[in-house]
């Protein structure tokens, strides 16, 4: 992997110290040989355990081409957007602001791992700043929307970095990174911060740090995982781990990110995805990946959660399957203890019988 990669034990793990723009010891005095064998793993294509590969045709990388101008090499960027020497800002720390950055190429892997190096950053003091970034795998690109400067009832995978807290009920600490897939069927309601359609998430204090900050977010074979490095520690931290999840290939990797009556700087300094090398059966070997829906093995749909006054979960309305359902367990459960009561007189008659 390049020297600015990544290198993993077991897949997830320690980053590497002492290379440039990461903290840590560098080389110190030593042999030509040891430092060939120091630097070997830097500078390979891949990682020690997982043969991860860096596609440079879906990775956002310094230095970048195409600053000061509209455009850049594999990227289009619309709204707020501006390019620097040093990162991709996709809002000021301005109000009523929208701006995203999207691959121009479609990520026709099964497995893949993107990291992200990114910073928010402003003024504003606690709770006034706002409102977030959100990363994106969809179907569609450079479409504006409420979400995060994004598109609603989007087809694929968001992974939202939410730094203020609309629901005042809420019992999260912010900032807060959540995880919701999509069919195009779910709105995100931002004035519950998305709470009725999220998987899972996480509390990520990573706002106005002086120090860099990661996230990473893995794929494979139905399993969706997001870890954080934010403590400058050159380690990652879980924060999401949830498996059923079905993403097609053929979407598209995306950054995007709002402001409203408040603000906060939202910069992109890099985007890299790699290539997992993983072994499939025959039979998913088979599957036509293009064609499969965003879905989550999940026995409840997060729709099935509505608001309730008291700031609580609690089930939906009664649907007539639901009342169906409902019924017919009643049913049943009627029938069960009639025929327990039966058996149970029998046998009474039968015992008083003996004693006449």
Not at 251 to 261: E, H, R, W
Not at 275 to 288: A, S
């Amino acid at each position: 992997m390049a020297a600015e990669g990544w290198i993993w034990r077991w897949g997830w793990g320690r980053r590497c110290p002492g290379r440039p723009g990461f903290p840590g010891p560098g080389p110190g005095p030593t042999t030509p040989l040891l430092l060939f064998l120091l630097l070997g793993p830097v500078v390979a294509d891949i990682t020690d355990g997982n043969s991860e590969h860096l596609k440079r045709e879906h990775s956002l990388i310094k230095p970048y081409q195409g600053v000061g101008s509209s455009s850049m090499p594999l990227w289009d960027f619309q709204g707020s957007t501006i390019l620097t020497s040093q990162y991709v800002r996709l809002t000021p720390d301005e109000r009523s602001k929208e701006g995203s950055i999207w691959n121009h190429q479609p990520c026709f892997l099964k497995d893949w791992e993107m990291h992200v190096h990114f910073k928010v950053h402003g003024s504003g003091k606690k709770n006034l700043h706002g409102d977030g970034i959100a990363l994106w795998y969809t179907r569609d690109r450079l479409v504006p929307g409420p979400v995060f400067g994004s598109k609603d009832n989007f087809h694929g995978l968001a992974i939202f970095l939410d730094t203020y807290p609309n629901d005042e009920t809420t019992e999260r600490v912010f900032p807060y990174i959540s995880v919701m897939v999509n069919n195009g069927s779910l709105s995100y309601d931002h004035s519950k911060d998305g709470r009725w359609t999220e998987l899972a998430g996480c509390t990520a204090d990573f706002r106005n740090r002086d120090h860099d900050t990661f996230l990473a977010v893995r794929y494979s074979r139905g399993r969706l995982t997001v870890m954080t490095d934010l403590e400058d520690k050159n380690e990652w931290k879980n924060c999401i781990d949830i498996t059923g999840v079905r993403l097609p290939t053929g979407y598209y990797f995306g950054a995007s990110a709002g402001t409203g009556d408040l603000s906060d700087n939202h910069d992109i300094i890099s985007m890299k995805l790699f290539q997992l090398m993983v072994e499939h059966t025959p039979d998913e070997e088979n599957i036509d990946w293009t064609k499969i829906e965003p879905s989550v093995n999940f026995l409840k749909s997060p729709k099935d959660n509505v608001d309730d006054p008291t700031g609580n979960f609690r089930s939906g309305p009664l649907t007539g399957w639901r009342v169906f359902l409902l019924l017919l367990c009643a049913l049943l459960g009627i029938i069960v203890c009639a025929v327990v009561g039966a058996v149970v007189f029998q046998k009474r008659q039968e015992r008083n019988k003996r004693f006449y």
